[in-house]
């Protein structure tokens, strides 16, 4: 595609589409049909606005993103060290993109314990250590010591310099704006409540998705973060809103088809939710003169 913003904006609209997808899959893997996964999926494409638009930025948020849904995703359904191992791979992806991923792999690590006990373990760490080590150290020593830099020293060095504040206000306004249901309905979810039935795999959803929370919280908290940094909040809270709604139409868990007034009522839950994520998204793409102005300033620092 060449040397222009293009390819980057295309990697990223396309990984924010395999985020969605993978939440869709999450959910669909816990409750075996369609319409509350889709639902979950919608959800998360809704936050396109709160997420600061980021979505689709020629920058690493959606990519990263993508690559640690698919390493949580990978260690649901792996059975084998085999599987493990891919996931663990993925995940230093994830972290290779995006450090603050590195949030999930405490849970994948105790998913593959669960799952193959020390064999997976290792066969995780091993292809996590592995991937990330070999990377790091070719990037460090292409770049002569800046990949070090940026990627550990400098962030380090940031502290959270003003965003104090955001130590309850991320809590009190920025998670639930807009969500106040979903983000009910994934309390619900944690807490235990009876009026939502779960999954024997309930514990990996939730330890996942307090820590895709957790690692917002803490990116929010460093100086210079954005609104692009409540990506992965927004993509767990998607998840567990799916697992909700689906825990609310059902009795048991292993019951495949809910009850006909559950299932309508949490169906106008969802909708309710949705209207709510609404907004005038085509203010976001840029008229003529931005247009314009964009090409110029890119020529500007081509040629200078």
């Known amino acids: 595609a060449g040397l222009s913003f293009l390819p980057l904006r295309l990697l990223s609209a396309t990984a924010a589409l395999a985020s969605a997808l993978l939440v869709v899959w999450l959910v669909r893997i816990e409750t075996r049909g369609w ?20 979505f689709d930025l020629a920058r690493e948020d959606s990519l990263a993103l993508a690559l640690a849904l698919g390493a949580v995703a990978l260690g649901r359904v792996a059975t084998t060290p085999r599987g493990l191992g891919a996931a663990g791979a993925v995940a230093a992806l994830a972290l290779l993109t995006k450090q603050s991923t590195a949030v999930v792999v405490p849970a994948l690590l105790v998913q ?49 310099k003003g965003r104090e504040v955001l130590l309850v206000d991320f809590w ?17 979810f944690l807490s235990g409540s009876p009026a939502v039935a779960r999954s024997r795999h309930a514990w990996y959803c939730a330890a996942v998705a307090l820590s895709l929370i957790a690692g917002s919280y803490l990116s929010r908290l460093h100086m210079g973060s954005f609104l692009n940094d409540l990506m992965p909040a927004h993509a ?8 909700a709604l689906h825990g609310m139409s059902v009795s048991r868990p292993e019951l495949r088809t809910p009850a006909p007034r559950a ?33 110029a300033l890119v020529a500007l620092v081509r040629n200078y």
């Open 35 to 54: 319409l509350f996964p889709a639902l979950a999926g919608l959800m998360f494409l809704g936050t396109f606005e709160l997420s600061g638009a980021w």
């Open 236 to 243: 767990a809270l998607a998840w567990l809103f799916g697992l």
């Open 263 to 295: 299932l309508a009522a949490c169906c106008l839950l969802a909708v309710v939710q949705l209207v709510l994520l609404w907004g005038d998204w085509s203010r976001y793409g840029p008229g003529r003169r931005a247009g314009a102005a964009g090409d």
């Open 112 to 160: 593959a314990l669960v799952v193959a006990r020390w064999r997976g373990a290792l066969a995780f760490l091993g292809a996590f250590g592995a991937v990330t080590v070999v990377a790091a150290a070719y990037l460090h020593l292409q770049s002569a010591g800046w990949f070090w830099y940026y990627t550990v020293e400098l962030p380090l060095a940031h502290g959270m």
């Open 172 to 188: 009190r306004f920025e998670l639930p704006a807009r969500i106040p249901l979903a983000l009910t309905c994934a309390v619900l």
